[in-house]
């Protein structure tokens, strides 16, 4: 046995050196992972707060659960990341604690801090909103509020530099996916919330992205359907096409061939996440099964079964080549029938071209129900992305891809 050994030691190195040559096994050609924050300086939970890249390139996050006392209630604490540094440092209060919110940056640098709630509990949806100036280091208040007070709702950016939010749950407590019609659009210029065309159904948690043609859609919820809005005409066009399932606690991209991928996320009806992946047509306004996800959602036990409350990015900034072309999922949680959630520390890219997905995990830490952003690309032209502390985690987990290497065929 051990005169055969050598040349089966021999062949093994062939294979695999042949496997290395033909495609990537490796996750480590694509993504390295590191920890975040070595120096252990975070000090809020980050559990459903918000976050958003300044133009300095550093985040700021604000808001969140704190889960250390015995009843959940929500944070006004505020941070900054310096991903030079790779430090958190403290950041001035909000002016009303939130969770369950959303954020964005606006063309002058502000950023956005709009509804979610004070707590967990049903009156506790909050419809103010404030401004984080990251030239003082300080929040203060949109002067008018959101039609109605709502959280989990939808948010993005229009093309002229107003932002939309759609949907939303008005009990703040209530994470199913029903919601509200209400759509409101805020006016950096005017500093105010103005109510638009109303959604045809009401949802909460759902997808919604805007389109490089500045029409903006939303994907489920407690819905099977979608919804596309026109800021030009203010009128929202329902999809005749129907998805198999409710999908809520998921997030969709336009794609580089125009088409919206949809990955992952969870039925309202048993809550149970799924691997499956869609495809949405906007021309044709209907849904394609997509590759799955089976195999790619991990935590430290194993394998799961379905993602949900994920992080997910287009790992390419707009106007960039390869935009569109690379997804990343990271992170979320398993929901199974009977005991409690699996919390996923599991990452992976989908590779639009060639219609596959391609492992680049673990992370150092699980995230579920966490806060993330994109950072800017650094100085050798690489994506980099962050996740932060989550249910069960208070680490900071950071990735570098290999921009070179995603580029090869």
């Given at each position: 046995?051990?005169?055969?050994?050598?040349?089966?030691?021999?062949?093994?190195?062939?294979?695999?050196?042949?496997?290395?040559?033909?495609?990537?096994?490796?996750?480590?050609?694509?993504?390295?992972?590191?920890?975040?924050?070595?120096?252990?300086?975070?000090?809020?939970?980050?559990?459903?707060?918000?976050?958003?890249?300044?133009?300095?390139?550093?985040?700021?996050?604000?808001?969140?659960?704190?889960?250390?006392?015995?009843?959940?209630?929500?944070?006004?604490?505020?941070?900054?990341?310096?991903?030079?540094?790779?430090?958190?440092?403290?950041?001035?209060?909000?002016?009303?604690?939130?969770?369950?919110?959303?954020?964005?940056?606006?063309?002058?640098?502000?950023?956005?801090?709009?509804?979610?709630?004070?707590?967990?509990?049903?009156?506790?949806?909050?419809?103010?909103?404030?401004?984080?100036?990251?030239?003082?280091?300080?929040?203060?208040?949109?002067?008018?509020?959101?039609?109605?007070?709502?959280?989990?709702?939808?948010?993005?950016?229009?093309?002229?530099?107003?932002?939309?939010?759609?949907?939303?749950?008005?009990?703040?407590?209530?994470?199913?996916?029903?919601g509200v019609t209400a759509v409101?659009?805020?006016?950096?210029?005017?500093?105010?919330?103005?109510?638009?065309?109303?959604?045809?159904?009401?949802?909460?948690?759902?997808?919604?992205?805007?389109?490089?043609?500045?029409?903006?859609?939303?994907?489920?919820?407690?819905?099977?359907?979608?919804?596309?809005?026109?800021?030009?005409?203010?009128?929202?066009?329902?999809?005749?096409?129907?998805?198999?399932?409710?999908?809520?606690?998921?997030?969709?991209?336009?794609?580089?061939?125009?088409?919206?991928?949809?990955?992952?996320?969870?039925?309202?009806?048993?809550?149970?996440t799924t691997d499956a992946t869609?495809?949405?047509?906007?021309?044709?306004?209907?849904?394609?099964?997509?590759?799955?996800?089976?195999?790619?959602?991990?935590?430290?036990?194993?394998?799961?079964?379905?993602?949900?409350?994920?992080?997910?990015?287009?790992?390419?900034?707009?106007?960039?080549?390869?935009?569109?072309?690379?997804?990343?999922?990271?992170?979320?949680?398993?929901?199974?029938?009977?005991?409690?959630?699996?919390?996923?520390?599991?990452?992976?890219?989908?590779?639009?071209?060639?219609?596959?997905?391609?492992?680049?995990?673990?992370?150092?830490?699980?995230?579920?129900?966490?806060?993330?952003?994109?950072?800017?690309?650094?100085?050798?032209?690489?994506?980099?992305?962050?996740?932060?502390?989550?249910?069960?985690?208070?680490?900071?987990?950071?990735?570098?891809?290999?921009?070179?290497?995603?580029?090869?065929?």
């Amino acid at each position: 046995m051990r005169q055969n050994a050598q040349p089966f030691s021999w062949l093994v190195i062939f294979i695999c050196c042949l496997c290395v040559a033909n495609g990537p096994v490796n996750a480590q050609i694509y993504g390295t992972w590191t920890d975040g924050d070595p120096q252990k300086t975070l000090r809020n939970v980050h559990v459903l707060g918000a976050a958003s890249l300044l133009k300095d390139g550093r985040v700021v996050v604000a808001g969140g659960l704190d889960l250390t006392s015995a009843t959940p209630t929500a944070t006004t604490v505020a941070e900054l990341y310096d991903p030079v540094k790779r430090q958190w440092t403290s950041a001035g209060a909000l002016k009303v604690p939130r969770w369950s919110l959303d954020a964005v940056t606006l063309a002058n640098g502000k950023v956005l801090f709009a509804g979610g709630s004070t707590g967990f509990k049903s009156d506790a949806a909050v419809d103010s909103a404030e401004l984080f100036d990251p030239a003082t280091g300080e929040f203060t208040s949109v002067e008018s509020t959101l039609s109605i007070a709502r959280q989990g709702y939808g948010i993005s950016l229009l093309n002229d530099g107003r932002v939309i939010l759609t949907g939303g749950n008005a009990a703040g407590n209530n994470l199913n996916g029903t919601g509200v019609t209400a759509v409101d659009i805020y006016d950096p210029a005017t500093n105010r919330f103005q109510p638009a065309a109303p959604l045809h159904s009401g949802r909460a948690l759902h997808a919604q992205l805007t389109l490089k043609d500045g029409r903006v859609v939303v994907i489920g919820g407690a819905q099977t359907d979608a919804e596309i809005y026109d800021p030009l005409k203010n009128i929202w066009t329902q999809s005749p096409a129907q998805l198999p399932t409710t999908l809520k606690d998921t997030k969709a991209f336009e794609l580089y061939d125009g088409r919206i991928f949809i990955p992952g996320g969870q039925n309202t009806v048993d809550a149970l996440t799924t691997d499956a992946t869609w495809f949405f047509d906007v021309a044709t306004r209907k849904f394609t099964a997509g590759p799955s996800l089976a195999g790619f959602n991990e935590a430290p036990s194993g394998v799961q079964v379905g993602t949900s409350d994920y992080s997910a990015w287009d790992l390419f900034p707009a106007g960039h080549a390869l935009r569109g072309r690379y997804i990343l999922i990271a992170g979320g949680e398993h929901d199974p029938l009977t005991g409690p959630d699996v919390e996923l520390n599991s990452a992976t890219i989908f590779d639009v071209a060639q219609n596959k997905f391609i492992r680049v995990g673990p992370m150092p830490y699980v995230h579920d129900d966490h806060t993330e952003s994109a950072l800017k690309m650094n100085d050798a032209g690489n994506p980099e992305f962050l996740l932060f502390g989550g249910n069960s985690s208070k680490g900071t987990s950071r990735v570098e891809f290999d921009a070179k290497a995603l580029q090869v065929p």
